[in-house]
T-cell receptor
């Protein structure tokens, strides 16, 4: 797995966009970047993943830099229910099919 | 809801007993992964199985822990002679396939909380 670096915590006001950064400077050309979140006491929830192009789904957007050394997860209109620990993961050449390495993630706190 | 199902949600055992945790993958998924989360820590990969085969058990403790995924029925994580340090949340995930450079994400269940008295 490529090593990923995330800030330990972030605050965001309810209704605003939450932008969560992730550095993955050692990522190789065929490694995807995956984002998961874990809300207290629940199982990790898959959010989004991407390789080179920016991606968007009903939950979030993923912006990957051209050199692929970093990415940003964007929650466009954060709600209190988005308070969670967010994990950025680059699993390696096996993609999501290998055992995932969860770091410490970013604890995102949405403020009312 | 055809999500990953784990049971029981909570399991209490006394030291020395056996714990059996079950995981039914999402419909159409043939790959199962087990993770352990100790209190106040991140998830740690334990084992990856396909039907009737263990593919990667690099994260499994060498003793007392075993896993299986039979042709029929759920995957089972078995812990023999449990100790206090086994108290943790155990999560199962599933994915549809393993193709070289596959981009299929894993989907997780809500876990089994194991408490050892």
């Amino acid at each position: 797995d490529a090593k990923t670096t995330q800030p330990p915590s972030m605050d965001c006001a309810e209704g605003r966009a939450a932008n969560l950064p992730c550095n993955h400077s050692t990522i190789s050309g065929n490694e995807y970047v995956y984002w998961y979140r874990q809300i207290h006491s629940q199982g990790p929830q898959y959010i989004i993943h991407g390789l080179k192009n920016n991606e968007t789904n009903e939950m979030a957007s993923l912006i990957i830099t051209e050199d692929r050394k970093s990415s940003t997860l964007i929650l466009p209109h954060a709600t209190l229910r988005d308070t969670a620990v967010y994990y950025c993961i680059a699993p390696g050449s096996g993609g999501g099919a290998d055992g995932l390495t969860f770091g410490k993630g970013t604890h995102l706190i949405i403020q009312p | 809801n055809a999500g990953v199902m784990q049971n029981p949600r909570h399991l209490v055992r006394r030291r020395g007993q056996e714990a059996r945790l079950r995981c039914s993958p999402m419909k159409g998924h043939s790959h199962v992964y087990w993770y352990r989360q100790l209190p106040e820590e991140g998830l740690k990969f334990m084992v990856y199985l396909q039907k009737e085969n263990i593919i990667d058990e690099s994260g499994m403790p060498k003793e007392r822990f075993s896993a299986e995924f039979p042709k029929e029925g759920p995957s089972i994580l078995r812990i023999q002679q449990v100790v206090r340090g086994d108290s943790a949340a155990y999560f199962c995930a599933s994915s549809p396939s393993r193709v070289e450079n596959s981009n299929q994400p894993q989907h997780f269940g809500d876990g089994t909380r194991l408490s050892i008295l």
